[in-house]
């Protein structure tokens, strides 16, 4: 989901103004200024394709983390997103009873090494660079309140589906954030063909499963990615699973059910058109199941569920050896487990925490946000939880709005268990991409709904982020 590079209520007014033109986004950013209506303090000097360099030039990447602009950037960076409510409970072990009512916190939970040296290096973009147009591929990481944060910054959103005519009008004197996720190959050479100063967020573990990924195609090996299709951490993969001569394969599969498929093919041969049809969006292009599954590596997305990974990681295993024999399938077949730290540390956490009692689970996170929802997935096997985006989302003691995971979509879910007189226990969990500030709200809004009083010292680390 891009957003869209205006979010001022003037930036809104110009592009009501600009919108009867159906110009790309650039191109609006350039008629906004003729409109006097823009907030951009960027310069707005267009350089039109024609005069912009169409030579391919090396990366320019920049280096914005400096120590002065650190220390700056990691003040703000704290303002914005840290709970003193949250610390004072993780200081009483995680949890915390008020009244009738407990909340119990996961031992880890909330944003990961990855996503906060992506939000540092956002805000220290922005701190380097005070006058220039700065952009970012799609959004910073799957958080609307990190998002928004940026887009108020004059940091805007460019297309992460596709690459549109606004990157056609890049220019040199234009920043460009990669974020967390990193992006396709196709992505990066068209912001360095433009010369665009690049500052790459991409996270380290993103960047050890496409090492894995071109070795695979470097050795003859189709890359089986355990992933989204559409996500755009496996697209970036994706893209660099066809190596480095672009020859490479790759096939994305989601869960066991599309693993199966893969397996059956593997073991049976079958019709090819069939397979394709099922896997069209997601297979490399050229893709041949019967040329192509011959030596197969895995790897997955970093933010899978671990126990499913492992699941598909030894079905293909099994389905090599059943068609090639143990010995050959040891040349056919490679793995490589690239779940990250932060994501299985997540798991783990609220697999600990489902040990204990609880009536209910709140996950937190943003609803596009791949880690948030299989900690949701994992909780609802065990008891009623809801996958809410912040604190808004408990709208009463009855009603909870939430992402269904099975519909796609966000709706009202009716539960009599933050309602009971008698005691109960609430967990609440987060993804990598959330703050801590939304986990406080939620936190808040519980306890204000269920009538308790709030602590003398909650309260005052509520009023220390200007909360209450
Ligand atoms: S979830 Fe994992 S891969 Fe993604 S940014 Fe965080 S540490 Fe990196």
Redesign the pocket.
Known sequence: MSRTGFSSQSAAASRILCAQFTLPLLARLAAASQCSVGTSSTSLNMTTPAQSPTRKKKPRRVNVRRPDVMTLVQGEVERHYRSSVVERIRESGGIYTVGTTTIRLAKQFGF????ER?IDLAYASRRVFPDSRIFLIGEIIHNQEVNHQLDRMNIRSLAWQELTDDYDQLTPDDVVIVP??GAPTEFMDKIEERGCQVVDTT????MSVWRRVRTYAKEGFTSIIHGKAGHE?TRATASRALGDDGNGHYIVILNPAECDLVCDFIRHSGDPKAFMERFQNACSPGFDPNAHLKRIGVANQ??MLKSETEELQRRLQQAIVDRDGPEAAADHFRVFDTI????QERQDALFDMLNRPMDLLLVVGGYNSS?TSHLVEIGQEHLPSFFIRNADCLRSLEEIVHFDLDRKEEVPAYTKKLAGEGPIVVGITAG?SCPNNLIEATILKVLELRGEEIPADLLKAAEHNGIA
């Open positions: 990961c090494y990855g996503v992506a967390a996720f996270c380290g573990d993103v951490e970093t933010t990250c730290g932060a994501t880690n990598a």
